[in-house]
């Protein structure tokens, strides 16, 4: 069970073939856009009937680009999680009333949680950033910036604590409709912190090592790729990079600036300056480039893109932040919200991204300097090459289907 945009919902999608292979029977439950996601391969799937991109569509999605502060795109987040929660409760309880076991995403761990202790069912965590509280850095979805050991630890609390808060009357409806007492927000989260509920992340420990003063349950796995259909390239693509060098991948994924088309321009302005071809990713911000030396293009897996640039300019989701790593290129991150902060800080730490370029100060003249550095810097391009090689002998579906094994056994 996920919510939210593309990067939520694609790594499940081979986490769940992983698990059908070992012989379960497994549905994705997520919204309805995503359902191409998983044809082909075995997995299932029930439809959520919230549309994530049309909620950032609205004025306030829309808001949630043009916030400056990581606190006042989480107020709005919060706001528009409260409004669709509900929606999402009939569908969350027909799946769950199916199933055996519930492995869920954290943008949803409170409302399911609450389901799979209403139907006696097992449940596990999946999570694709590090959410838990540690004195290590703060919590990911505000940023990079830490406040200290304390109050990395106590920010962490309180983002748990806060993440309750927000779906509580959803909660409290599914706990209602399912005859469990009520509670106070909060109660749940403490109680899975008291029990060592099992939470496991969907990223390499070589990017992001396990917190040392981790509670036990909590483990890094190791990414899950999302499921690739159709991996071949379309034959425009596949022509303009055999037409001339490699040039650079440029996507902004589920963001949504607020002017599209000026932002476009400011790219092309940089990577022309420092002698670059690129390859847009219209994305959901609609991005766009035209000319002989650019080309725009929908969706084409990372997978088999991401090797062939000469770098990467992404908006520093979790998903596309480990596709550029899986693919061994350097990558310049263009941080917009969330959690991309805190991703972008981890490759410019790795070594294999020269500097982050917030979404908000990127202009042709910031954004030069940083492509240059990234295709022409040697030991860039060797750090980007080791790390992708070691993280491609990584298989982080291994430990969930231990798990789930261990669980059903």
């Given at each position: ?61 829309r808001g949630l680009s043009r ?20 929606r999402m409760t009939d569908d ?25 202790e209403g139907l006696r069912l ?288």
């Open positions: 069970m996920t919510a939210g945009s593309r990067g939520d919902v694609a790594p499940f999608t081979g986490l769940g073939q992983a698990l059908v292979r070992a012989g379960h029977e497994v549905t994705l439950v997520t919204h309805d856009r995503f359902a191409p996601l998983v044809a082909g391969s075995g997995v299932g799937f029930h439809a959520l009937a919230v549309d994530p991109r049309a909620e950032l569509e609205t004025p306030q999605g916030s400056v502060s990581a606190v006042g795109k989480m107020v709005r987040l919060a706001a528009m999680a409260r409004a669709v929660a509900g969350l309880l027909a799946a769950a009333q199916s199933s055996e076991m519930l492995l869920l995403s954290g943008s949803l761990v409170p409302l399911g949680h609450s389901v799979a097992p449940s596990v965590g999946l999570y694709l950033q590090p959410l838990a509280a540690t004195r290590e850095f703060p919590p990911s979805v505000l940023g990079a910036g830490s406040w200290g050991a304390v109050g990395n630890r106590l920010a962490g609390h309180g983002m748990g604590l806060a993440a309750e808060q927000v779906l509580s009357a959803a909660v409290r409806e599914v706990r209602d409709r399912l005859g469990l007492p009520r509670q106070r927000p909060g109660a749940a989260w403490r109680a899975r912190e008291r029990a060592n509920w099992p939470v496991l992340h969907g990223f390499s420990p070589l990017v992001v090592p396990r917190p040392r003063d981790w509670r036990p349950g909590l483990e890094v796995a190791g990414y899950w790729w999302p499921y690739d259909r159709e991996p071949g390239l379309p034959p425009e693509l596949r022509d303009f990079l055999d037409a001339g060098p490699a040039p650079v991948f440029v996507g902004l994924g589920s963001a949504t600036p607020p002017d599209p088309a000026r932002l476009s321009a400011e790219i092309v302005r940089a990577l022309r300056r420092a002698g670059l071809r690129g390859v847009f990713q219209r994305g959901w911000g609609e991005l766009a480039a035209a000319g002989d030396d650019m080309l725009t293009v929908g969706e084409v897996p990372h997978s088999v893109l991401f090797p062939r640039m000469a770098a990467v300019v992404h908006h520093a989701g979790a998903g596309t932040t480990a596709a550029g790593v899986r693919a061994g290129v350097p990558a310049v991150p263009v941080p917009v919200q969330f959690d991309a902060g805190f991703w972008a800080a981890r490759l410019v730490a790795l070594g294999v991204a020269p500097r982050a370029v917030p979404l908000r100060r990127l202009t042709a003249e910031t954004l030069t300097p940083a492509l240059v550095r990234a295709t022409r810097d040697p030991a860039i391009r060797e750090r980007a090459r080791v790390l992708g090689a070691r993280v491609r002998a990584e298989d982080g579906t291994v430990a969930v289907v231990e798990r789930v094994n261990a669980l059903r056994a």
